[in-house]
């Protein structure tokens, strides 16, 4: 017997119907592992966080940042310089190689998460990043920070969905932007599905990492810190040297960050703030287009030292590794002058 129009649409929308539920259940099945498996080992950044929980207790300032972090902020000189000045304070350094924001937005409501008793809690300021380490495609490092959040931020940074533009516009705008962010999107639902996260955690169930091993992983003192222990060669100094000129010349005033830019990151002021910290915005000693500038009133102190005209000492070749990186003997400098102009001395 032929089915009628009614009949056959019935059908449809009930098979329909069935999908929409199963793929919600999936949904919230992935969900439900997602929240119950525990972070994926990502090199630098897990070993932080882990030893961060179990000594939370143990510090009162931390710094979050990308490798000018990790490389550039020593915690027992910043301590001993705010200590000398009538200021005593114990801090982490939980910067990391390539942790721009996003990522490093997740990395800190990571930490939140935690309920730590902080006082202080530097961000470094810098632009919303859509890439990653060269290398590091489709990896664990790409995966992890891709939460509903992080995805959303990267889908309005590129598409430029605070203007409120013609969907034309935006269509078009997409379509030059589709790879990245269909690479950004695939990552999003790797994450959220846990793809390949019960491999990851076979090692941790085999052998569960001692204090001892997050120790060796962040470093020997356990204040997270890992400096560049090399100097520039003398035609790379003259190189450096030059390229900084060129910069310098080209940045006659503060750059701006961008409206999502802005968006996040007084947004992240307002989480730290509601944990009782007090946020600081840090712009390190890199290039000096470097944005450091809110448009509005900045939601927290920035302290922007990405001017050799304002700290030609912390631009001298002798302390380099590259136009964004210092060495382990430009790390103890900067470290000192960032505890003297905390300290207010």
Not at 30 to 40: I, Q
Not at 211 to 221: A, T, Y
């Amino acid at each position: 017997m032929r089915l009628t129009i009614a009949a056959r649409y019935g059908k449809i929308l009930r098979g329909l119907r069935n999908a929409v539920v199963a793929l919600g259940i999936f949904m919230l099945v992935c969900a439900g592992w997602h929240a119950l498996l525990p972070l994926p080992d990502v090199a630098v950044v897990t070993p932080k966080l882990r030893y961060f929980a179990a000594h939370q207790n143990e510090f009162d300032t931390i710094f979050v940042g990308s490798s000018r972090v990790y490389r550039g902020i020593e915690p027992a000189t910043f301590d001993a310089t705010m200590r000398d000045r009538g200021v005593p304070t114990r801090s982490f350094n939980f910067g990391a190689d390539g942790m721009h924001p996003p990522e490093r937005f997740f990395v800190l409501a990571k930490i939140l998460a935690l309920r730590p008793h902080l006082r202080r809690i530097f961000v470094e300021l810098d632009n919303l990043s859509v890439n990653w380490l060269p290398g590091e495609e489709g990896s664990q490092r790409t995966v992890y920070w891709h939460d509903w959040a992080s995805t959303r931020i990267i889908f309005a940074k590129v598409l430029r969905l605070d203007r409120h533009e013609k969907l034309k516009r935006d269509w078009q705008r997409y379509l030059k932007s589709r790879e990245i962010l269909d690479q950004h999107f695939a990552l999003f639902l790797r994450n959220e599905t846990n793809v390949g996260r019960a491999q990851d955690q076979i090692p941790e169930l085999l052998h569960s990492p001692t204090n001892e091993d997050l120790v060796q992983k962040i470093g020997g003192r356990a204040e997270g810190f890992n400096p560049f222990q090399r100097h520039l060669s003398s035609n790379a100094a003259v190189a450096y040297q030059n390229q900084l000129a060129r910069e310098s010349a080209e940045t006659t005033s503060p750059n701006y960050l961008d409206t999502e830019e802005e968006r996040a990151f007084r947004r992240v002021a307002a989480q730290i703030r509601a944990l009782g910290a007090e946020p600081i915005f840090l712009v390190m000693p890199a290039k000096p287009a470097q944005p450091s500038r809110f448009h509005d009133p900045a939601p927290a102190p920035v302290l922007a030292f990405n001017s050799p005209a304002t700290y030609p000492e912390l631009y001298r070749s002798s302390i380099r590794v590259d136009d964004e990186h210092l060495n382990a003997e430009g790390a103890t400098e900067f470290s000192r002058l960032l505890g003297q102009r905390v300290s207010g001395n």
